[in-house]
DNA sequence: ACGCTATGAATGAACG
DNA sequence: CGTTCATTCATAGCGT
């Protein structure tokens, strides 16, 4: 086993200089295919990359930026705590916690979005439906394997956190209307 | 003080293979209320979800699906053999058969940061060949191991980071147009 | 050798 | 729908 060659592309300073130079000097963020060509045509000299690489490295590159920030902001050892009181907009912010309601009402488009919508009413606070009714889960990770087993070794790694060996709480061997119906929906539901 | 939740919807692996068979078995890409329903009240056995998880996850999966084939066309001369994709029916017994290449046809706007993926597709890490856009599979488990294309490494067991649906399978070595000619993104660049 | 940090890679969420 | 932001996983690299 091996194969792999390199799991992760990691730029030599070469590579990062160019990128850095692009980004700082040239301020390119979003660069356009051509760009994107001849950059890997460059830093392909140095090292195996793919068009990927870039993309990546600008993305985080990015964002890293804006974390800093956006940390550095929020951590402010000076003053300044008290300052923002109302001007960082809320939701999807540093202290994220979801706005259950503010979902509801505008997801962008109308396609499956109305299907979705007419459903999502409930995105966190009512769950009514007609369908949970009754928790069906019998089998819990009945298919879980049926789906993917194809973990060749191992895996071992180690659980990070909740693994896979629970989670459901299933505990209603009762009667489920369509488990493990997959055919239903595929067929039927379509 | 217990925590948050999570903020972000981790999917477990029985989620995801759930909702690959949606899509791509039943080719469900635009789910009425209905089978939002239905595929909501699935998915909660394994973790918290709502809705909105599923449409987003759905939007992504388009989303990424579409960059990838426009690189297909991009890179294999314009659409020439994309017509033979779908060719082995599933005859599975349930007899799903999926519709998938139907949406290609309109992929000639290259916009911004998409003309990464569009340019390039190996990782370096795992490369598919075959489109896994059909679970085209013979077995008799209808809908098992069509969806796990075989992931050798990543191996992660729990959130999503197994990645599965991604193929990179062209690694151009190095057929760009080569546009060498790197006049002059910034000044100098190097 | 082991643990921490920096960062590449992946994807969920959301904007326009 | 395509693009962009944010969060998280995974790992190469380095320090102790």
């Not at 592309?9 to 160019?18: H, N």
């Not at 295919?33 to 990359?49: C, F, K």
């Amino acid at each position: 086993m091996e194969a792999h060659q390199q799991a992760r592309w990691t730029p030599t300073p070469e590579q990062i200089g160019m990128l850095k130079d692009i980004y700082y000097n040239s301020g390119i963020r979003s660069p356009t295919p051509e760009q994107i060509q001849q950059i890997i045509a460059r830093l392909r000299q140095y090292s195996r990359i793919e068009v990927m690489n870039i993309f990546y490295w600008l993305e985080n590159h990015i964002s890293r930026e804006r974390q800093k920030m956006r940390l550095a902001a929020t951590t402010t050892t000076t003053i300044t705590r008290d300052l923002h009181l109302i001007n960082t907009a809320p939701s999807s912010s540093t202290g994220h916690f979801v706005n259950t309601a503010a979902q509801m009402g505008n997801y962008g488009s109308v396609t499956m979005e109305k299907s979705f919508r007419d459903c999502s009413i409930s995105s966190g606070r009512d769950h009514i439906e007609t369908l949970p009714l009754f928790p069906i889960h019998g089998g819990e990770d009945n298919f879980s394997t049926a789906y993917c087993n194809n973990k060749p070794d191992s895996s071992s790694y180690y659980s990070g956190r909740y693994g896979s060996d629970d989670g459901h709480g299933s505990s209603c061997p009762s009667l489920e209307l369509s488990l493990n119906s997959y055919t239903s929906w595929s067929s039927g539901l379509m």
